[in-house]
């Protein structure tokens, strides 16, 4: 992930950036046995979407690893959009053992369809170049990742208060990290405490959906 300027990274930047993801990547592919077992014994839809978490997890933290491990060239430009598109996906993704889990019904299949639009609109205008302005992308991040608000009464009513707990750790963790991400362009290594505080949101939403799904 890329910070709001477009500033170039030290070579030691980068090695900060890509051993902060590199590490949550292995979190990340650790923590898919457990994901498949918690979510075993639910339906088959519900299974799907702890798997369509788990994927999209693991490829954001992989896409993230490779782009910032890339010496500068056509190969770390191809990684950046990659990345890019990773993050919408993943959002997607962390909705989805909600939405067709503890929603289902009309609730659920229409976050679902709406965060899945959403996801599939920002990958497109990333991959094609039609969303560059640094804040737009930043906000529309923000704004699917809040989007949850829309069901949050049948949220509540559907999921354990220790999954809830998590699901807002995360989102605070995740709309925290923001900040670092905006001073990139002023102080060095802020991208790599960024990647921390979006690390720290992946766990927080794997445990609400361990603690969910079990």
């Not at 990340?28 to 798997?51: C, D, E, I, K, Q």
């Not at 990345?83 to 659920?108: E, K, N, Q, R």
């Not at 976050?111 to 996801?119: D, G, I, P, R």
């Not at 921390?196 to 969910?212: N, R």
Request: hydrophobic share 55%.
């Amino acid at each position: 992930m890329r910070g709001m300027t477009q500033r170039s990274q030290s070579s030691g930047e980068e090695i900060a950036n890509s051993v902060s993801h590199a590490v949550a990547l292995l979190a990340a592919v650790g923590a898919v046995p457990f994901l498949m077992a918690s979510a075993r014994n639910r339906s088959a839809a519900s299974f799907a979407g702890v798997m369509v978490f788990a994927a999209t997890m693991v490829l954001l933290y992989l896409t993230s690893t490779v782009y910032h491990a890339l010496p500068d060239g056509r190969a770390k430009r191809i990684f950046l959009k990659l990345d890019y598109g990773a993050i919408y996906l993943f959002i997607a993704g962390s909705y989805t053992p909600f939405a067709l889990g503890a929603l289902g019904g009309a609730w659920g299949w229409t976050l679902f369809a709406l965060v899945w639009l959403l996801a599939a609109v920002g990958v497109a205008l990333k991959v094609f170049g039609r969303l560059t302005h640094p804040w737009l992308s930043t906000g529309l991040y923000v704004f699917m990742g809040w989007l949850v608000l829309v069901a949050a009464v049948p949220l509540v009513s559907q999921v354990p208060l220790i999954s809830l707990l998590w699901l807002v750790a995360g989102g605070l963790a995740y709309t925290s990290g923001v900040v670092f991400f905006v001073l990139d362009s002023r102080i060095r290594y802020s991208h790599a405490v960024w990647h921390g505080f979006v690390a720290a949101g992946t766990g927080c939403h794997t445990f609400a959906v361990l603690s969910y799904a079990t």
